[in-house]
Structures are given as C-alpha cells and as structure tokens.
C-alpha cells in the first residue's frame, strides 16, 4: 500500500506482515482501505481457503496501521470477504461475504483503540 500526500509526494509504501527481504511465492494482496479515526483498516488476503487449502480469493483479514504506516494489529475474520463499508452511525464493519452467511458485521468498540 502506498500512501501520497495531496500533491502526490510519497509519505509511506506499507507491506504486509510477512514480506521480508527473503524471495517468497506469495505476499498476499490489499483489498478495500477505510479511514477509520487516527487508524488504517485495510483488507488483507494472505492465506489459504478455510475448505479447500487452496490460495484465498478473497481477503479474510483487516490489518490496522496507524497514519504513519505503522502496522497495529490484525483481526482474522476466517471469512472471505467480497467488500465492507464502515457504519460510522454505529462503529462497526458491515462485510458482504462469499460464505453460507452472505453479510455480517463486526463491532470495533473495545477492539482498536
């Protein structure tokens, strides 16, 4: 993820969690971001299918980063996610999901800080 200024000057690139300087077969994928108070929530796909161990077509995690880039914390949903909004109204994640359960929410009160 790279994040520009308003004139388009880069101020951070962001990697995912597991990328290191070592040669690897897979990084994983960002999906959707939202802004959500001073935090980063980006959907992250890295990982296998929970049924078929096979490489995830969709994203199952939110990594949290504060606005410097700096990586905070991850929520594992174990669900593929096909897209969210962020319900300010009630500060939670809505997600439509590719599962038997097609749209479910998360509550962030208590959760990120």
């Known amino acids: 993820m790279t994040i520009l200024d308003i004139d388009g000057n880069l101020k951070y690139n962001i990697y995912g969690q597991k990328i290191n300087n070592a040669t690897t077969n897979h ?5 959707k ?5 001073d935090k980063i ?3 992250f796909a890295n990982g296998k299918d929970r049924y078929s161990n096979k490489e ?3 994203p199952t995690q939110f990594l949290i980063f504060n606005t ?3 990586y905070i914390k991850t929520l594992e949903t174990e669900y593929a996610i096909i ?3 962020y319900d300010e109204d009630n500060n939670r994640l809505i997600m439509h999901l590719d599962e ?3 749209f479910a929410y998360l509550s962030l009160d ?3 800080n």
């Open 83 to 85: 897209d969210f909004c």
């Open 56 to 58: 995830s077509e969709y």
């Open 110 to 112: 208590g959760i990120i």
């Open 41 to 43: 929530l980006a959907l």
């Open 33 to 37: 971001v939202v802004f959500y108070n």
């Open 68 to 70: 410097k880039g700096d």
């Open 27 to 31: 990084l994983g994928f960002y999906s």
């Open 100 to 102: 038997d359960i097609q």
